[in-house]
């Protein structure tokens, strides 16, 4: 069974910085792409950033220059570091993996969303 369990969230002022942690354990052989997605109130799931397994990564417009995403392929681990935060990055924040493999299976995963909340 795989789980991916994330931590980091909480309350920061405009123009602070957290950073957030995603954790996959599980029999995992190997794992395509690791990422994460926001959901703010009354607004559809947007991707924020992902890594593949080979190092490339993509950011929302809206992160460019601010947040930068990290993976560890052997801990199968992956962070965000978000720095000057803005109101509008209020949201559940969900680590994703994509085409994780394992001995026995190949499956997509969600966390359970931790939450960042920007607000002076």
């Known amino acids: 069974q795989v789980q991916l369990v994330e931590s980091g969230g909480g309350l920061v002022q405009p123009g602070g910085s957290l950073r957030l942690s995603c954790a996959a354990s599980g029999s995992i052989v190997s794992i395509n792409v690791m990422g994460w997605y926001r959901q703010a109130p009354g607004k559809l799931r947007e991707l924020v950033a992902a890594?593949?397994?080979?190092?490339?990564?993509s950011y929302a417009d809206s992160v460019k220059g601010r947040f930068t995403i990290s993976r560890d392929n052997a801990k199968n681990t992956v962070n965000l570091q978000m720095n000057s935060l803005k109101p509008e990055d209020t949201a559940v924040y969900y680590c994703?993996?994509?085409?994780?493999?394992?001995?026995?299976?190949?499956?997509?995963?969600w966390g359970k969303g931790t939450l960042v909340t920007v607000s002076s």
């Open positions: 994703y993996a994509d085409r994780v493999a394992t001995i026995s299976t190949v499956g997509d995963y």
């Open positions: 890594m593949t397994s080979g190092g490339s990564t």
